[in-house]
């Protein structure tokens, strides 16, 4: 319960404006609370008399936290590749392991990951536990979230990683779920905070207008999902020695109700767009599909991929994997080039996270130049292919 | 076929604009409404419906006016609309959710199919459908684009990956959370407001479900928010002006780290 003391409340209404779910209202001087009311906390901390609390949570411990121990990183691996994210968090994971003066652990299935094992040691891996075998060829919900709850049972790491991807964020739900722990998806950033060696979550909520830190204070593991793209890769060191560890899973953990008959890549722009780091994207100023041809070649000059807004996906325009936004995507490339996009907040909240944005718009009033770094105000069937021909110049 | 729907109510931010001095969301006179991938799982649970019979159920976790998103379900198609709602839920996390919606489906029974949207677009964790599944013992999967086939037993569907798809086929019952591709929802029609204003939306609370107190609200949530901040509003902006080629070699000039 938020509990308001109305001998301090001063009926400023800073509380009201603050909270994001409209449960606050002040009434004849004193704050009232509704049944809006998340506990999010965020106008305790707003309150300056201090005249707000939250109480009658009675926390409940569900683990003893010393017997868990070591900072784990699952190791995407699919259609023969470890997905890039897996380095990534080989990276943070190395910096909290070393903060916590714990190993580190990479978890890798599949079919034929023997051999990727090395990569994973070479990135900062202490160890590697890997289950290899045709059952874990294929991705299933089931079968992944078995075989990894069981190696958290029975080697009980305190953190574990994943990438917020397709896969991760598909069964590691259903991995903190059985394990009664918490999970925070769509991290950004990741810390220990020193005085209790605790990870400190933070992820943006409401679209990325607002970021939470989150903490898991009483179950282990305390695992968190992380953005794709957020975090360094760590520098491969191929001298790098470490344990590789066989898992053999129960029978019971390989058994599956779930049948995957085929695995499908698209053809056409084969690339993930939260994998890539320059993202040149079109919306409806583009006004067809041609428009696009526009936009692909640009982005074939500077290596990038193409994605979208909602509008050109909705036309029919490109496909729903590059749409970036509410219902699309989230991205983070370190360039971003908006094409023809007026950038309501449905596709900021997608974008803004991108180091440097491009805005190539004719209307200088719409929303994406207040976010985009560099903005070209005119014909962006003028700008993009003078800018296509200027970039291949300045290369020579 | 008896298919259970998820539904969050959730704020719209549609012709909401970040002020670029503050950074913060705009958010008076914002309304509420029904999560966008709600409304795929719903339209897709009516689509079912009427192909194979039976009856869609839309199941929401809210305060009181949430009932507002049920009686749209039913406007949409549903045929009847629950609401679980108690003080106690509030501060629930992704796994207080999972439980109380696995409590609140349990006590109405058995379902052949349950659909959620991917995610919520206010907290976009994507957590809550495989936590309910995993709830009620059921195999799913998620990020699904088409519902191909349904009959003896098993659904199949493709599933959307970062690479393409997959097509996998499950027994029921099932737990799916479906995209945006699936389907285009449909208009309400005249008749289904009429419906929808006359419906009765049963009101559930912790007491009706049998949660147990330690498993739901903020005491039965393993994550807690420590804090809350609005992230670092982005740098310098610039503006170009000139011909078109004027404004692209300002550009290029500033992007040669790119090339």
Known sequence: ?396 | MNILVCIKQVPDTKDVRLDPETNTMAREGVASIMNPFDRHALEEAVRIKEEHDGTVTALSMGPPQAEEVLREAVSFGADEGVLVSDRAFAGADTWATSYTLGMAARSLGEFDLILCGKQAIDGDTAQVGPGLACRLNMPYVTCVQKVSEMGGGFILVERMMDDGYDVVRLPLPALLTVVKDINEPRVSSLKGKMKAKKAVIKVLTAADIEAEKQYIGLAGSPTQVVKIFTPKPRGDRTVFSGTPEEQVNQLVERLNAYF
Not at chain 1, 80 to 104: C, F, H, K, S, T
Not at chain 1, 247 to 260: A, D, F, I, N, R
Not at chain 1, 277 to 283: A, F, R
């Open chain 1, 1 to 396: 319960m938020l509990i308001v003391d109305c001998e301090k409340c001063i009926g400023c209404g800073v509380c009201e404006e603050d909270c994001a779910f409209g449960a606050i209202t002040v009434e004849e001087g004193c704050a009232v609370v509704n049944e809006n009311c998340t506990l999010c906390g965020s106008c305790v901390d707003t309150c300056e008399p201090e005249a707000l609390r939250i109480e009658g949570a009675d926390r409940i411990v569900r683990a003893d936290l010393d017997e868990w121990s070591g900072v784990w990183v699952f190791a995407e691996f699919r259609h023969g590749n470890i997905a890039p994210v897996a380095y990534e968090l080989l990276g943070i994971g190395r910096q909290l392991a070393d903060q916590r003066d714990v190993p580190l652990s990479a978890v890798i299935f599949g079919a034929g990951v023997e051999e990727q094992v090395g990569s994973l040691i070479a990135s900062g891996a202490d160890k590697v536990y890997f289950a290899d075998g045709p059952e874990l060829e294929q991705f299933r919900e089931d079968v992944y979230g078995h075989v990894l709850e069981e190696l958290i049972r029975e080697f009980k790491p305190e953190v574990v990683l994943a990438g917020a991807t397709a896969i991760g964020r598909s069964f590691i739900p259903q991995v903190a779920n059985v394990l009664n722990t918490g999970l925070t998806a769509d991290c950004t950033q990741l810390s220990i905070r020193r005085e209790d060696g605790m990870l400190l979550q933070t992820r943006p909520a409401f679209g990325g207008n607002i970021m939470a830190t989150i903490e898991c204070p009483h179950s282990r593991p305390q695992m968190a999902t992380v953005r794709p793209k957020v975090m360094k890769p760590a520098q491969p060191d191929p001298d790098r020695q470490g344990e590789m560890i066989r898992y053999v899973p129960s029978e019971q953990s390989l058994t599956s109700k779930v049948e995957v008959l085929e695995s499908v890549r698209s053809e056409l722009d084969n690339v993930n767009i939260q994998e890539v780091e320059i993202l040149i994207s079109g919306g409806r100023g583009l006004d067809s599909e041609k428009g696009f041809e526009l936009i692909r070649e640009l982005a074939d000059e500077l290596g990038g991929a193409v994605a979208a807004s909602r509008a050109a996906v909705d036309a029919g325009w490109i496909s729903y994997p590059h749409q970036v936004g509410q219902t699309g995507k989230t991205v983070c490339p370190k360039l971003y080039i908006a094409c023809g996009i007026s950038g309501a907040i449905q596709h900021a909240v997608g974008m803004q996270s991108a180091k440097t944005i491009v805005a190539i718009n004719k209307d200088e009033n719409a929303p994406i130049c207040d976010i985009a770094t560099y903005s070209l105000i005119g014909d962006l069937f003028d700008i993009v292919p003078l800018l296509t021909s200027k970039i291949r110049e300045s290369r020579g």
